[in-house]
């Protein structure tokens, strides 16, 4: 089982950022995927989901700014991050749905300032 995160880095507030969970394992298998962020010292929280057959979800506080999307040939999922605020900075992660274990990827670090 793996799930890789990439794409974490610095940006300045308002710029954008693209991250990557590559899982091939769970792509090919149409389950569906979230992303979670936690900050340093707080809980981690939900950010969006895409189901097996492209269905997305956003949490309020990235409504209208992030975008999730996935390529089933390159079998990765995608948060597109614009309009980047400094409480974007967190660890993001990729979870598979529960219904496919619920299984976490290593996290990306991402740093607004």
């Known amino acids: 089982v793996q799930l890789v995160e990439s794409g974490g880095g610095s940006a300045q507030a308002g710029g954008s950022l693209r991250l990557s969970c590559t899982a091939p394992?769970?792509?090919?298998?149409?389950?569906?995927m979230n992303w979670y962020r936690q900050a340093a010292g707080k809980e981690r929280e939900w950010v969006s989901w895409?189901?097996?057959?492209?269905?997305?979800q956003y949490a309020d506080s990235v409504k209208g700014r992030f975008t999730i999307s996935k390529d089933k040939a390159k079998d990765t999922v995608y948060l597109q991050m614009n309009s980047l605020k400094p409480e974007d900075t967190a660890m993001y992660f990729c979870?598979?749905?529960?219904?496919?274990?619920?299984?976490w990827g290593q996290g990306t670090q991402v740093t607004v300032s």
């Open positions: 394992e769970f792509t090919s298998n149409n389950c569906g």
């Open positions: 979870q598979t749905s529960i219904s496919c274990g619920g299984y």
């Open positions: 895409i189901s097996g057959d492209g269905s997305t």
